[in-house]
């Protein structure tokens, strides 16, 4: 059983923790190169972000074009070896060759 002045005094420590560390914080108007690397970063942040966003949007478009270009060489694949046009892809033992030589 733990005493409540006991849980307050501990709440208070990690209280007083986490006014130190906006202390930290507070250096930045003292030492400008330091507030100026800070500001810079923070300002870049939008860009690192759309950066960010336009990569995964081109990852995206090229997985997709990869996926299309190897169920279409599966469909081919089926319908040179069945002689049906309406054969569903069906590749898994070529698409292993096609990819991995």
Request: proline residues 1%; aromatic residues 10%; glycine residues 6%.
């Amino acid at each position: 059983n733990l005493d409540s002045s006991y849980l307050r005094s501990i709440r208070f420590i990690r209280v007083a923790r986490a006014l130190r560390g906006i202390r930290v914080i507070r250096l930045i108007h003292y030492i400008g190169a330091l507030r100026t690397l800070v500001f810079s970063i923070i300002s870049t942040a939008g860009s690192l972000v759309w950066t960010l966003l336009l990569l995964i949007l081109v990852f995206y478009i090229f997985g997709v074009i990869i996926a299309q270009i190897v169920t279409d060489h599966c469909r081919e694949s089926a319908q040179r070896s069945t002689g049906n046009l309406d054969a569903l892809p069906s590749c898994e033992k070529d698409a292993s060759r096609y990819w991995f030589g």
